[in-house]
C-alpha cells in the first residue's frame, strides 16, 4: 500500500498494518502509484511537485523498494509518473507520464533495475509550461491509471477526459469508452473472465476539490479482450 501523504510503503497482512519503507528522502510532494513484479519488487511514483501546496511541476524518480525494504532509485527526468504496469513477460514496465501527456515504457534487468527508455506513445506536444493548469490546458489529454490487456494494449484513463481509450503502440486509439460527464483516474481489468474492466471516475482534474467533494463512482463493464492473469 503507497500511502501518499507520509510518503510511505506500507504492508497489511490481513490483520495489521506495517511500515515497508519511508519515500520521504526521494519523494518532496505526494507518494503515487505502484506496480509489483513477480519476485516482490515494488516500483513508485510520486507527483514531483516542488512541495505538497505547489502546482509547478519538477523532474522526479521512480523509486523501486525491494522486498527487505531497501529503497533504490532506477529512474530519474520523469514529470508526474502515474499509472504503472508491467508487460506480460515482465520485461517491459510502462509509465504514464501525465503531464507530458505520454506513456514511457523501460525495459526491465534481471536484477530489477531499469535500462532503455522509449516513448510508447505521445498525445499532443510537450507543454512549454511545467506548471499543472498549463499544462492541462495544453495537452489534449492527461495519461493517467493503466490497464494492459492479453494483446499489449494499454487501457489509459484521461484524467481531463470523458471515458477511457484502448491505445496501441505509437498512440492509436482503436477503441474508446465513454463514461459521461466524468473522467476517469484509474482502471483494472479483473472478474472471472479478466474481461470486466474496472474504472475510478470523477470529474475532470482541476474542476473539483476532492478533499471536499464527494463525486467519485466506480464503473465496470466488459471488453472483448481479457487482461493478464499473474501468479
Known amino acids: 500500500i503507497v500511502s501518499m501523504l507520509d510518503r510511505k510503503l506500507l504492508k497489511w497482512n490481513g ?12 519523494f518532496g510532494s505526494e ?3 505502484m506496480a509489483m513484479d513477480d519476485q516482490g519488487r515494488c516500483y ?17 524518480q ?6 527487505d525494504g531497501l529503497v533504490t532509485p532506477v529512474a530519474d527526468d520523469l514529470i508526474f ?10 520485461k517491459t514496465l510502462f509509465v504514464a507520464e501525465t503531464y507530458r501527456g505520454r506513456i514511457t515504457a523501460f525495459s526491465v534487468l534481471e536484477n530489477g533495475d531499469l535500462g532503455e527508455r522509449r516513448i510508447w506513445a505521445q498525445f499532443g506536444t510537450l507543454p512549454t509550461d511545467l506548471e499543472i493548469r498549463s499544462a492541462t ?6 495519461p493517467d491509471g493503466l490497464a494492459l490487456d492479453a494483446e499489449g494494449a494499454l487501457w489509459i484513463a484521461d484524467a481531463k477526459g470523458n471515458g477511457i481509450a484502448r491505445v496501441i503502440e505509437g498512440g492509436e486509439t482503436v477503441e474508446y469508452i465513454s463514461t459521461g460527464d466524468l ?18 471516475c470523477a470529474p475532470a482534474v482541476e474542476t473539483f476539490d476532492p478533499r471536499t467533494s464527494l463525486k467519485s463512482v466506480l464503473m465496470s463493464c466488459e471488453v472483448s479482450v481479457p487482461g493478464l492473469v499473474h501468479g
Open 44 to 60: 513508485i511514483g510520486s507527483f514531483g511537485l516542488e512541495n505538497s501546496q505547489s502546482t509547478f511541476l519538477k523532474a522526479t
Open 31 to 33: 507518494a503515487n502509484d
Open 15 to 26: 490483520a495489521e498494518l506495517s511500515e515497508v519503507a519511508d519515500l520521504s528522502f526521494y
Open 137 to 142: 490546458n495544453h495537452l489534449p489529454i492527461l
Open 81 to 90: 509518473p502515474n499509472g504503472i504496469v508491467f508487460s506480460s513477460d515482465g
Open 62 to 67: 521512480l523509486l523501486r523498494v525491494d522486498t
Open 183 to 200: 473522467s476517469v483516474y484509474a482502471s483494472a481489468l479483473g472478474g472471472p473472465n479478466m474481461t470486466t474492466l474496472y474504472l475510478c
